[in-house]
């Protein structure tokens, strides 16, 4: 990134809807609009981070998310995950929801990216599918309201799949670019 082209957190949402353009198309659309940006904005501001993210010379992971979102709204060791630290930083897009990365050793080493549940707001209540809405939902929460939650590898690029039980039994998934619902998928066994 050069000084005339800056990179900050403006920039970095229209990166959080690139990803999610292919599944929410609709709500992406919305979204530009409460930003006021465009669609060649939205991708522009993609392809830059994609060569940022991409290039030989540039900082690493971690840094490049330092650099662009600033110092963090929290910062803490999660449990269970000894030596590393979970960095959150607001998103404007959506106000209870906090972009957060958890890096360890070696080197602040980027073990995953997401968006969570800002503290002290509120999730959702999630007892059956039709509460499983798009953009309203985190991984973590469907997580830890379900049962048997299991990821599944490979579904797409840039997307997250989980398949869980419902409290009647049937078997649902779900899949999520950013940590973010997106889409409800039918259930498959691998």
Do not use: I
């Not at 659309?29 to 993210?53: C, Y």
């Not at 968006?115 to 991984?139: I, Q, S, Y």
Request: glycine fraction near 8%; charge should be neutral.
């Amino acid at each position: 990134m050069t000084p005339a082209a800056p990179f900050g957190p403006y920039e970095f949402q229209l990166v959080l809807l690139r990803r999610m353009a292919d599944h929410q198309a609709g709500l992406v659309e919305d979204a530009l609009r409460e930003l006021g940006a465009t669609r060649a904005e939205m991708r522009e501001a993609n392809k830059r981070w994609q060569a940022w993210a991409h290039g030989r010379h540039g900082p690493g992971e971690f840094d490049r998310y330092r650099q662009v979102l600033g110092e963090p709204e929290t910062r803490e060791e999660p449990p269970g995950f000894p030596g590393s630290e979970a960095w959150a930083w607001p998103v404007p897009l959506w106000p209870d929801l906090r972009f957060t990365v958890l890096a360890g050793p070696p080197r602040r080493t980027v073990w995953s990216r997401s968006l969570t549940r800002a503290p002290g707001a509120a999730p959702p209540e999630l007892r059956t599918e039709a509460d499983l809405r798009p953009w309203r939902v985190t991984a973590d929460e469907v997580w830890r309201a379900f049962r048997d939650p299991a990821p599944r590898e490979g579904v797409a690029p840039a997307l997250t799949r989980l398949d869980f039980t419902l409290p009647d039994g049937t078997r649902g998934a779900a899949e999520f670019a950013w940590g973010l619902l997106q889409r409800l998928v039918p259930h498959c066994r691998a």
